[in-house]
């Protein structure tokens, strides 16, 4: 059900706060600073640059009145209003927290919004109508603080009581992580109802939705509240086979979108893969063998007792695969499940550089009433680039366009996505023509 009407709130603090969801698309915003990188942006959406000059933004979030949360990495949470343009009109900090680096997630009744830290997880009361925020409280501690850094943080819209906390691995080879009470390289579920005093330990304490993902950043629920994550997979991969070792990495592993299931009932096997059975994207580098193709699982080395088809019942196969590098870190299905959004923050490990990107990624309902790609598992094709760094070939981290947080407004009519370039934290407006 789309919002139709403005709902009007009046504060203390900033004056008149707008539902976006009524309000027009902005054709320009004044006192915004032209975009910082060139972009390319798909013929059938128009965009428009909303806020500049903000510190590495994230993750960006609604809350039931329409204002935009955005988590600034190593700076804190701030709240944005809308104007009748459409355009930011008021902006303030809420959470002053130089930890926070990447976890924002609100309950749907707009009450409670988690935050997180490398090693912590906190949740507020939170007042939509005020926008401020009270009552800190400790819900997880003890995560690894080596590695893979962002702790992703996700209310799972069928059951607000319960999130899912993603931890990656701490280094590219994290052997020990297959043993899932390392508490890394996986997903876990915690209910929030049964939070001790001083906060779950992420490491003994939760339940495993998924171990065996080496770093998926990016959640999202599609319409049934299932989940789904993108996976950032390893770099300067080799394949040796017989002492024969070949660079395979250029194109290799795939970034993976795996699909978790029902919160609340992980899948059997929960195990994805990670650190031993890997995705491939471009079978033709694998030279000893024409077995493998696009979406087949395989591992770096393999021997007598383990090879690519001892993964065959064992570990997860992502649902789709994208190109080795890539670096998936944000996720959002819009309101039918038609389509996936993910934001690929750009490779390092490749040259030509790869990524820098924002996709579409077409969604169907199954016989079964469960959301499912539209591609095959081998497909290459899954997935629609709808804006992009200008010469993504060229770009690295400190001279391109960063897509960082994805979010639709609560009417799911307009896309909000940001750069979070340490040169310039932008957020951008998109909508369909
Ligand atoms: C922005 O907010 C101020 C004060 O709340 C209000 O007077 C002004 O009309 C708003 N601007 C727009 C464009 O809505
Ligand atoms: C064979 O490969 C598996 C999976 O990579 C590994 O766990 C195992 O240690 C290897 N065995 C030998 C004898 O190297
Ligand atoms: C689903 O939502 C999208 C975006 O709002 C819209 O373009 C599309 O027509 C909808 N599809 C169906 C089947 O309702």
């Known amino acids: 059900m789309h919002w139709l009407l403005p709902t009007i709130v009046g504060t203390a603090l900033t004056g008149t706060a707008l539902s976006q969801t009524a309000l027009p698309f902005p054709s320009s915003c004044s006192n915004v600073a032209s975009a910082r990188y060139p972009y390319t942006v798909d013929s059938a959406w128009q965009i428009t640059k909303i806020a500049s000059g903000l510190r590495q933004p994230r993750t960006i979030i609604f809350d039931p009145l329409g204002n935009m949360l955005v988590l600034q990495a190593m700076s804190g949470v701030s709240v944005h209003t809308f104007g009748s ?12 927290n130089a930890g926070l680096n990447h976890g924002l997630s609100l309950t749907p009744d707009g009450k409670t919004l988690y935050v997180s830290s490398v090693t912590q997880v906190w949740a507020y009361s939170y007042d939509a109508a005020t926008r401020q ?26 059951n607000p009581n319960i999130i899912l906390v993603s931890t990656g691995s701490n280094s590219n080879w994290d052997y020990a992580s297959g043993n899932p009470s390392t508490g890394r390289a996986c997903v876990k579920t915690f209910d929030i109802t049964k939070a001790p005093a001083d906060g779950y330990n992420y490491n003994t304490q ?17 319409p049934n509240g299932h989940a789904w ?13 017989n002492g024969q070792s070949t ?18 009932s992980p899948r059997t096997p929960n195990w994805y893969g990670y650190p031993t059975c890997f995705t491939v994207w471009e079978p033709s580098l694998f030279r000893d063998t024409t077995s493998l193709k696009t979406g087949s699982q395989f591992v770096v080395t393999p021997n007598a007792t383990f090879n690519d088809a001892s993964c065959n019942g064992i570990s997860n196969p992502p649902r789709l695969s994208f190109p080795a590098h890539i670096a998936p870190i944000g996720s959002v299905f819009d309101k039918n499940g038609t389509n996936l959004y993910v934001t690929f923050h750009g490779s390092w490990n490749r040259q030509p550089a790869s ?12 016989a079964e009433g469960l959301y499912d790609p539209v591609a095959p598992p081998d497909s290459k094709t899954g997935y629609k680039t709808i804006l992009s760094a200008q010469n993504p070939g060229s770009c690295n981290a400190a001279a391109c366009w960063r897509p960082a947080g994805v979010s639709w407004d609560n009417a799911g009519q307009k896309l909000f996505v940001s750069s979070d370039n340490q040169a310039d934290g932008e957020i951008f407006v998109m909508q369909k023509k």
């Open 85 to 96: 343009d459409g355009c930011i009109n008021s902006t303030q900090t809420i959470i002053q």
């Open 355 to 366: 990524g820098y990107l924002l996709a579409e990624v077409p969604f169907t309902k199954t």
């Open 133 to 158: 925020t009270s009552n800190q409280k400790t819900i997880i501690t003890g995560m690894s603080p080596g590695g893979h850094s962002t702790r992703t943080v996700a209310v799972s819209p069928k």
């Open 247 to 264: 660079d395979v990495h250029i194109d290799n592993p795939a970034e993976e979108l795996n699909y978790f299931g029902d919160p609340e």
């Open 206 to 222: 939760g339940t495993m939705l998924a171990y065996g993902v080496r770093n998926e950043v990016a959640l999202a629920f599609d």
């Open 229 to 241: 994550g993108v996976e950032n997979s390893g770099d300067d991969f080799r394949r040796t086979v």
